[in-house]
């Protein structure tokens, strides 16, 4: 299944589905099945473990005893449910309050996709209080019994969502689902504290066991896993699976289970475009998956196999059996199962080669590492000289476009300079003739008056005399 010498991973979309033949994804952590029909084999297993210990008068409990505890069982987790939920063990009458119904119900058909803020709005407003106390009622429960199993936390909390969903009943199913996200987030963001990594299993050893195996496949290169990876024209960027690296990294730091599925496909999505990046041909499943398992093996995510865990007890089932989510997340948990089955064949190594990797005495392809290396660091520094002796040509020309500007400015200056001359010299000789003009007029004036002065003289005659 898991080995070839061509792919290095290769599943089929068979294998990715449920055992069952359900149609939904199945999941290693539940043997090959999907979260419904586990569940139901779960209980079934459970209810047949306390079906075969003896009575108390030592005799074996027959089968219609049996099927009476099993179903005496159901209806009491039922009932349990219904009565944190509804307030008693039958679910309320809507005649009672129709048209406080038919209101709440317009309000959250109005709600937006994705919009958490508006769901909380409506949710707190005085006619959804009958919503909103069953959902606190809840919320306390659930944290003054944070010490049952881990197990029986899960039960009730699936238990939960059922109950809330049959109060939308008449709604189409991608509404339900859009309100069940929303009621995911806001249960799991509270009880996030009191469920995750319980101390009911031990998840936290499995974190430990997980980070020590990943650590001790650091030396699995992209070419053992048959992942297309660019061996040429490296960028300086690096490693094109860095986001996909942060994004499941960040898986850890969310709350909600909705939340972490996010993270997953996030980074799956990552995946497919550096594999798209590194070679011409489109990436498919068996490249992914191997794509996948080296994000993994780089990353190392904190807490990897709790956080699966709780997605998977705690998330919505249709965001496990279905969709882009689901085989998502399928395809990260045949990760992990490849990691942890890990060995010589499916690295198409040796049994030999592979143990001397894993104790260290012997490093894969140092000489041809080093070798990579060191093409690797003088394509760089070649690309790098590049780019050095093309700025250095562009700040040459700018130097002389600079030059060319600064003497077209300073010639500019200089003709405006003699203009400004040429125009003052007019404007003073102009100013000078006016000046000279004025004062020569007044001379001519009494010139004037003296040759009429003489004229008139002349031909006066002799003056008169007294005798």
């Known amino acids: 299944?898991?080995?070839?010498?061509?792919?290095?991973?290769?599943?089929?979309?068979?294998?990715?589905?449920?055992?069952?033949?359900c149609g939904y994804?199945?999941?290693?952590?539940?043997?090959?099945?999907?979260?419904?029909?586990?569940?139901?084999?779960?209980?079934?297993?459970?209810?047949?473990?306390?079906?075969?210990?003896?009575?108390?008068?030592?005799?074996?409990?027959?089968?219609?005893?049996?099927?009476?505890?099993?179903?005496?069982?159901?209806?009491?987790?039922?009932?349990?449910?219904?009565?944190?939920?509804?307030?008693?063990?039958?679910?309320?009458?809507?005649?009672?309050?129709?048209?406080?119904?038919?209101?709440?119900?317009?309000?959250?058909?109005?709600?937006?996709?994705?919009?958490f803020t508006a769901f909380l709005k409506i949710l707190r407003s005085p006619s959804s209080q009958r919503l909103q106390s069953r959902c606190t009622a809840f919320l306390k429960t659930m944290e003054a019994y944070h010490d049952l199993p881990v197990q029986k936390q899960s039960d009730l909390v699936q238990d939960f969502y059922t109950s809330f969903a049959e109060y939308f009943s008449s709604f189409s199913e991608a509404q339900v689902t859009q309100i069940m996200e929303h009621v995911e987030k806001?249960?799991?963001?509270?009880?996030?504290?009191?469920?995750?990594?319980?101390?009911?299993?031990?998840?936290?050893?499995?974190?430990?066991?997980?980070?020590?195996?990943?650590?001790?496949?650091?030396w699995v290169s992209p070419q053992m896993l048959s992942v297309p990876f660019p061996d040429k024209?490296?960028?300086?960027?690096?490693?094109?699976?860095?986001?996909?690296?942060?994004?499941?990294?960040?898986?850890?730091?969310?709350?909600?289970?909705?939340?972490?599925?996010?993270?997953?496909?996030?980074c799956s999505q990552h995946v497919f475009e550096a594999l798209s990046n590194s070679t011409s041909e489109p990436a498919n499943a068996d490249d992914f998956l191997s794509g996948l398992v080296y994000v993994v093996?780089?990353?190392n995510p904190p807490r990897l196999h709790s956080n699966m865990q709780y997605v998977i007890r705690f998330g919505l089932p249709h965001s496990l059996m279905a969709g882009e989510s689901g085989y998502y997340f399928t395809n990260l948990s045949c990760a992990v199962a490849f990691i942890e089955k890990l060995?010589?064949?499916?690295?198409?190594?040796?049994?030999?080669?592979?143990?001397?990797?894993?104790?260290?005495?012997?490093?894969?392809?140092?000489?041809?590492?080093?070798?990579?290396?060191?093409?690797?660091?003088?394509?760089m520094l070649e690309e790098l000289k590049g780019r050095q002796e093309k700025l250095d040509q562009g700040m040459d020309a700018l130097n002389v476009q600079l030059q060319k500007w600064v003497q077209a400015v300073h010639s500019q200056?200089?003709?405006?300079?003699?203009?400004?001359?040429?125009?003052?010299?007019?404007?003073?000789?102009?100013?000078?003739?006016?000046?000279?003009s004025h004062d020569i007029a007044p001379q001519g004036d009494d010139s004037?008056?003296?040759?009429?002065?003489?004229?008139?003289?002349?031909?006066?005659?002799?003056?008169?005399?007294d005798c």
């Open 233 to 266: 024209k490296i960028t300086v960027t690096g490693d094109p699976f860095l986001p996909a690296i942060t994004a499941i990294i960040e898986m850890d730091a969310k709350r909600a289970p909705q939340d972490k599925l996010a993270c997953v496909s996030k």
């Open 413 to 436: 200056l200089d003709e405006a300079t003699a203009q400004f001359s040429l125009v003052q010299k007019e404007i003073t000789a102009q100013s000078e003739l006016a000046s000279s």
């Open 186 to 218: 806001l249960i799991m963001t509270r009880l996030h504290k009191w469920v995750f990594c319980h101390d009911s299993c031990d998840d936290e050893q499995k974190d430990l066991a997980l980070q020590r195996r990943i650590r001790s496949l650091n």
């Open 297 to 299: 093996l780089k990353a």
């Open 25 to 115: 994804y199945g999941n290693p952590a539940w043997q090959g099945f999907c979260s419904k029909c586990w569940r139901e084999r779960a209980r079934q297993a459970g209810a047949a473990t306390q079906d075969a210990r003896p009575s108390n008068d030592g005799t074996p409990l027959t089968f219609s005893k049996f099927e009476e505890k099993k179903n005496t069982e159901k209806g009491r987790r039922i009932n349990t449910m219904r009565r944190l939920f509804w307030g008693s063990p039958s679910p309320p009458k809507r005649q009672e309050s129709s048209e406080s119904h038919a209101n709440v119900l317009k309000a959250y058909q109005s709600l937006e996709p994705g919009d």
């Open 448 to 465: 004037e008056d003296q040759t009429v002065l003489v004229l008139s003289d002349k031909y006066a005659g002799p003056e008169d005399t």
């Open 343 to 379: 060995d010589g064949p499916a690295l198409n190594l040796s049994p030999d080669e592979f143990e001397g990797y894993m104790l260290r005495q012997r490093a894969p392809f140092a000489h041809s590492k080093r070798q990579q290396v060191a093409s690797e660091t003088q394509h």
């Open 1 to 21: 299944m898991w080995t070839d010498k061509q792919r290095g991973i290769r599943v089929s979309q068979e294998e990715l589905l449920c055992k069952n033949a």
